[in-house]
């Protein structure tokens, strides 16, 4: 075995944690190979995140257009060629590539393209060749799974939704969470004629029950037909499209069909039995709270773990992996308290505990807002936005904050420091409002509109 064969750690996938690991272990001055079988970025930069939220913002334009008149302007066109808006993503995406490849490089990390599979627990294999290290990190992510439904293969994925050439007339998503609220949400402001089926009462199964009926309601108001409560037998693909049969009622049909019911971890030929690490129930493998594998030497980060599936979730994992490694400075992640989004229209963001989950701990007051945005009202669009806040009584602390709203990411992301800093309901009252927006109104909440115990 050459010297060159032989390093202090080998990533195991190029995408959101593996570059970060790789990159703050080389800051630290290890000897890093980071192997990745197919494009450097992984699925945030590639296949997730970033292609999702360009989609997103061509999809908001028609609103932009559509309320354009009202607001004084004529002779605005808008025709939408998804074709192009494929080919100008795909630059860009190439781009970020470029950008990620430049940076590894620079932080001295060792890139090779190949798959790889554990062959011992210092030892990966990759082209034929076998490199060695102290330290092994899995983070090979995430991919759509397609055996939950018989035919469940034939349809879409997010991945091919993302590179379409051409707007089906109609399509069905199959599965509520928050990709498949996003590309419904999307897809129908490109005029596709969109159908949910799924399995619960509501989507987006885990968020604050009334963050759910508002976006039921919001993609009802987009022209998404919810088909809620589904137990589907079979898809099946028929002479104009597809059909997805259902054990209690008619099929649904449509012109394509998008798998969104879920992801499953990448252990694919991994070689994880030579290490004798066994996955759980749902695929991913099981780790500490320092990201330590059953094996020695093995870590795992990232959606393989099936832990909080978000890409900053992945970075800080990782960068708290090679900073207790090879940094001296041991750190953990805490995965209580991470904001997450959902890029519908309009958006939703959340933070802390839902309604529910804060009844269970004590006595909780809920403050809500529900105003029709000026921006919107102006046009006379019924559309509204919906405010909450969740306060534990004792002790005043704001233990969650919901919004469906425009523009909710950017303003939870900026509240999401008061509650990590432990602010209170006076905190936010005492805050000045600043005016005329619409993230005032989390500081202009006067009365409880619920008290729980
Ligand atoms: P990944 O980014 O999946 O990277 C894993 C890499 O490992 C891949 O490049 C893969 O090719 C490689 N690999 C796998 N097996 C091997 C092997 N044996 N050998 C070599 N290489 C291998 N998160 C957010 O925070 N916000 C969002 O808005 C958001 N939107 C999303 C939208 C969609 C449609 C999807 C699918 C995901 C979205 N996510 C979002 C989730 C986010 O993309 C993931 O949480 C994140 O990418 C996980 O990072 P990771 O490093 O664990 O894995």
Not at 82 to 90: M, N
Request: glycine content about 10%; charged content about 20%; aromatic content about 6%.
């Amino acid at each position: 075995m050459s010297h060159s064969n032989t390093f202090d750690l080998i990533v195991i996938g190029a995408g959101s944690g593996g570059i970060a690991a790789s990159r703050r272990a080389a800051a630290h001055g290890a000897r890093v190979l980071l192997i990745e079988g197919t494009r450097i970025g992984g699925t945030c930069v590639l296949r997730g995140c970033i292609p999702k939220k360009l989609m997103m913002y061509a999809s908001e334009m028609r609103g932009c257009f559509a309320d354009a008149g009202a607001f004084g302007w004529s002779e605005v066109s808008a025709d939408f060629d998804i074709g192009r808006w494929t080919q100008a993503k795909d630059r860009e995406l190439n781009r970020l590539e470029g950008v990620y490849r430049q940076m590894l490089e620079s932080s001295g990390v060792h890139t090779l393209l190949g798959h790889a599979r554990l062959a011992g627990e210092r030892a990966v294999e990759a082209n034929g060749q076998r490199y060695l290290a102290e330290r092994i990190l899995i983070a090979t992510g995430g991919a759509p799974s397609t055996t939950g439904i018989p035919g469940l293969d034939l349809a879409w994925t997010s991945d091919d939704v993302l590179q379409l050439t051409e707007l089906p007339r109609s399509l069905l998503v199959i599965g509520a969470g928050y990709i498949a609220v996003e590309f419904a949400s999307i897809l129908s402001q490109f005029g596709v004629q969109v159908t949910m089926a799924y399995r619960a009462e509501r989507p987006l199964r885990g968020f604050d029950e009334d963050l759910r009926q508002h976006a039921a309601q919001a993609l009802e108001a987009r022209g998404v037909a919810l088909h809620a409560g589904v137990r589907a037998q079979e898809l099946v693909r028929t002479a104009h499209g597809f059909e997805l049969r259902r054990a209690d009622a008619a099929a649904l049909s449509a012109d394509a069909v998008l798998n969104a019911t879920g992801r499953r971890p990448n252990v694919g030929n991994l070689g994880l039995d030579t290490v004798r690490i066994a996955t759980d129930a749902a695929g991913a493998i099981p780790v500490d709270a320092d990201s330590r594998t059953a094996a020695r030497g093995i870590w795992a980060i990232g959606d393989v773990t099936n832990r909080v599936n978000l890409t900053p979730v992945a970075i800080a994992e990782g960068r708290a992996f090679a900073d207790t490694e090879f940094g001296g400075r041991p750190a953990r992640v805490s995965h209580d308290n991470v904001a997450s989004a959902v890029f519908c229209s309009p958006p939703i963001a959340t933070i802390g505990m839902t309604e529910a989950q804060a009844m269970e701990r004590g006595p909780t007051d809920v403050y809500v807002s529900r105003f029709r945005p000026m921006k919107k009202a102006f046009v006379g669009s019924q559309e509204q936005t919906f405010m909450k806040l969740i306060v534990e009584r004792g002790s005043g602390r704001v233990t969650g904050i919901h919004m469906l709203g425009a523009d909710a990411p950017e303003i939870i992301q900026g509240l999401a420091i008061a509650l990590s800093a432990g602010a209170t309901k006076q905190d936010f009252d005492r805050t000045m409002a600043m005016h005329p927006t619409s993230a005032e109104e989390f500081v202009l909440m006067r009365e409880p509109a619920r008290r729980h115990g």
